[in-house]
């Protein structure tokens, strides 16, 4: 049995969300033939709560291709599956934008859970490592 939706009948978020889900498992990214998958800002016009289960698929389908997600939703990393091995962070100061894994202070905050990846996002205490050497 085939359903069929109206476009009329669905929300942005949905359109949205079911475009996400359509590129990250289009079988030619499942295979690997397809390198890359971008997303930007994947958590508009979404509910918060539904951004978990897009986390995971966006783990899974980097298990076959790689997966790069831009966003400044802290909703989105609210969620078991964030991980900070996953997240590589903008900062911008007299002009100059450096990007990179978190600082050490940072990961020391969540290894220690005095803090929650997504509560650091919206202190605004989430900046790269000043080191391009320090790794995660």
């Given amino acids: 049995m085939i359903t069929v939706f109206e476009r009329e009948s669905l929300s942005e978020g949905t359109l949205r969300a079911a475009g996400v889900l359509a590129a990250l498992l289009q079988p030619r990214a499942l295979s690997g033939e397809i390198p890359l998958v971008a997303v930007e800002e994947p958590e508009k016009a979404l509910y918060p709560s539904t951004l978990g289960g897009l986390y ?69 205490l989430m900046t790269p490592s000043a080191h391009t050497g320090e790794r995660p």
Avoid at 69 to 79: A, E, K, M, P
Avoid at 111 to 121: C, G, P, Q, R, S
Wanted: glycine share 6%; charged share 15%.
């Fill in 56 to 124: 995971g698929t966006f783990i899974a389908a980097s298990h076959r291709t790689q997966v790069i997600v831009t966003s400044q939703s802290s909703d989105l990393l609210d969620n078991e599956s964030a991980d900070l091995s996953h997240l590589l962070v903008a900062a911008n100061s007299d002009g100059v934008s450096r990007v990179g894994p978190v600082n050490a202070s940072v990961r020391s905050l969540v290894a220690d859970k005095v803090m929650t990846i997504a509560e650091l996002h919206r202190s605004g």
